[in-house]
């Protein structure tokens, strides 16, 4: 799912959130792979991989959206 309705600090961002196979999702921002989420047996794991300005507030966000349904999982 693409999310590109918003900016952080006056600059333009696009945010992906896509599924991948057996509860996994990748996350871009501008089309930078930035995180992966992944259901483990303990709940919700997000993996933080570089520097950006997603934090877990965020990812606690996507991961609602993911819970929800809003964010398909296939």
């Given at each position: 799912?693409?999310?590109?309705?918003?900016?952080?600090?006056?600059?333009?961002?696009?945010?992906?959130?896509?599924?991948?196979?057996?509860?996994?999702?990748h996350v871009y921002i501008n089309k930078r792979f930035v995180t992966d989420i992944s259901m483990m047996?303990?709940?919700?794991t997000v993996h933080?991989?570089?520097n950006s300005w997603l934090t877990k507030d965020e990812a606690d966000i996507m991961i609602e959206l993911i819970e929800s349904g809003e964010i398909p999982t296939e």
């Amino acid at each position: 799912m693409i999310f590109d309705n918003f900016e952080v600090d006056g600059i333009p961002q696009v945010v992906n959130i896509t599924p991948l196979f057996g509860g996994y999702f990748h996350v871009y921002i501008n089309k930078r792979f930035v995180t992966d989420i992944s259901m483990m047996k303990d709940g919700w794991t997000v993996h933080f991989n570089n520097n950006s300005w997603l934090t877990k507030d965020e990812a606690d966000i996507m991961i609602e959206l993911i819970e929800s349904g809003e964010i398909p999982t296939e």
